[in-house]
Structures are given as structure tokens and as C-alpha cells.
């Protein structure tokens, strides 16, 4: 580990000095690099909460199990409903700062009853470029971000993963499902369920970085570019289309601009219509 050694230790002292910690943990590339190293730091008092929500995928949840399992860290669970807060369903955008506060605000609850000094989140150097609300919520209770103590950035982590040997170093990038609905577009239970269950069918037919963004009756596909020659393949393709109208969208249409964060609510790229109704002309 001769060219990362020098991130790892600096992760390693960071979290070494907190004493104990919680970790904001949500089995991503991110989190779980902190929960390794924090584990490696403070064998006894790391812990990784992680929280289920409407929000969290359950393919997500599975293998945020396994890889704790795996790293050896103590998972806790704590119970959220994102769509109970005040003002969350209305998909403003607000949402992640009210988001993050539910959350820091559970963990808050978790540190206190397990008698850990610190909470720590997978932020790193490259998330403070973007827009992101749940840093602001993040701050103001006081959650650290030791990636971003040690001088990490996306590439960073990766590596350094790749380097400890954690399955997570190469996982795509994911989020939270109400990343799918455009501001202004309200998030129901049933919405939620309907991107879920059609992202899952991109994932059982073999894609890796994609997302199902919500519509109305319009489900609108981002793959990876270089994913698109298998998409297009007639057989897969009719296949993805009927699985996807019967999670409940009458059109299913391929976003030709890619997959990119936060396409839910940049301007969309060229549309292909992958499916036409029998009463279109």
C-alpha cells in the first residue's frame, strides 16, 4: 500500500483522535472507507449507523450488511421516514438540508445512548464544489467529515479502497431515491416504490450505473454512456420496457445526454422513446 500509505495514516490518525465515533454509514464508496479505517482506528468504539428509510433501496441496505459484516464494524439501525418531516414530501429544495437534519439528528440520539464523542460523515473534497444543502445541516450539528481532514478527494477514495481491499472501491455512484423527482415534484410512498422497482430491474438485467428518473408517466433512463449498445439490444430492450411499464409508467424513454448526477433537476438531454403506446399515431 506504498502510494497510499500516507492518506491512510492521516485517515487513521484523524479518527484515532476522536476516541470514539459514529459513522454516518451507508455501505457507499465513501462510507465505507470511513467505517474501515475507523474500525482499523477504534476497534471497540466505532460504530456504523445506518438508517432505514422509504428512501434507502433495499439492494442497498443488503449489501451495506455485507460490507460491515465484512469490515467487522458494529452496524446499528435506526428507523426514519424522510416523508414525515415537515415540508420533505413537497421536493423543494430544501429537501436534503431537512433530510440530513432528520438523520444528524438520530445519530445525535444513537452517540448519546452508545457514549461516542463524534459523529462522522463520508463527505469528501469534491462534495464541497457541489450543491449540497446536508452539508449546511451536517455542520451545524457538528458532524466531522475526516475524509475531508485528510485531504481526500473522489479519486482519493477510490484508490485507497481499492487499496485496503474493500468491494466498494469501483461501486457505482448512488443516492437516495427522492434524487430521482425533479424539485416541485412531490415524493409519495408509491412514487418511491415505482422508481425502485424499475431501477431493480436495470440492475437484475445487468447495468451498473444508471437511474430511473420520475416523470409523471414518463420513466426517463440514464445509463452510462458506454452502456448503451446493451440497452439498445432489441430482446434486452423489450424486455426492459415491459418490466418497467409494469411497475407502473406508460412511457419508458432513454436519456441520450447519459447518466450524470443530479439529473433530476439539471435540463435534459435528447429523449429516445423506447416504447410507443398503441394509441400513438
Not at 465484512?70 to 430544501?94: C, H, K, M, W
Not at 424486455?239 to 435534459?268: H, S
Request: with cysteine; hydrophobic share 40%; net charge negative.
Amino acid at each position: 500500500m506504498s502510494d497510499a500509505q500516507p492518506a491512510y495514516n492521516r485517515l487513521f490518525q484523524i479518527l484515532h483522535e476522536m476516541e470514539s465515533v459514529a459513522v454516518a454509514y451507508s455501505g457507499g464508496v465513501d462510507s465505507a472507507l470511513v467505517a474501515k479505517v475507523a474500525h482499523d482506528a477504534l476497534p471497540e468504539t466505532a460504530v456504523a449507523v445506518t438508517s432505514i428509510s422509504p428512501t434507502f433501496p433495499l439492494s442497498q441496505l443488503e449489501e451495506a450488511k455485507q460490507v460491515a459484516a465484512a469490515i467487522g464494524i458494529r452496524q446499528i439501525f435506526v428507523q426514519s421516514d424522510e416523508l414525515e418531516i415537515p415540508g420533505y414530501a413537497e421536493n423543494n429544495t430544501n429537501r436534503c438540508y431537512l433530510c440530513k437534519g432528520d438523520l444528524y439528528t438520530l445519530l445525535t440520539g444513537v452517540a448519546e445512548r452508545e457514549r461516542l464523542r463524534t459523529i462522522v460523515d463520508g463527505t469528501h473534497l469534491d462534495d464541497l464544489t457541489d450543491i449540497r444543502p446536508g452539508l449546511k445541516a451536517a455542520r451545524e450539528r457538528g458532524v466531522r467529515s475526516p475524509l475531508v481532514e485528510a485531504g481526500l478527494d473522489k479519486e482519493g477514495v477510490r484508490s485507497l479502497s481499492r487499496e485496503l481491499g474493500l468491494p466498494t472501491w469501483d461501486k457505482p455512484a448512488s443516492a437516495c431515491l427522492s434524487s430521482r423527482f425533479p424539485h416541485g415534484t412531490p415524493i409519495t410512498y408509491e412514487r418511491l416504490k415505482q422508481v425502485e422497482e424499475s431501477e431493480e430491474v436495470l440492475r437484475r438485467i445487468g447495468f451498473r450505473q444508471f437511474r430511473v428518473r420520475y416523470h409523471g408517466e414518463t420513466a426517463r433512463i440514464e445509463i452510462a454512456v458506454e452502456e448503451f449498445p446493451a440497452l439498445l439490444d432489441a430482446g434486452r430492450r423489450e424486455e426492459l420496457v415491459a418490466q418497467i411499464q409494469a411497475c407502473g409508467f406508460k412511457w419508458v424513454t432513454l436519456d441520450l445526454a447519459g447518466y450524470r448526477p443530479g439529473g433530476a433537476v439539471r435540463p435534459n438531454g435528447n429523449l429516445i422513446l423506447l416504447h410507443r403506446s398503441d394509441d400513438q399515431k
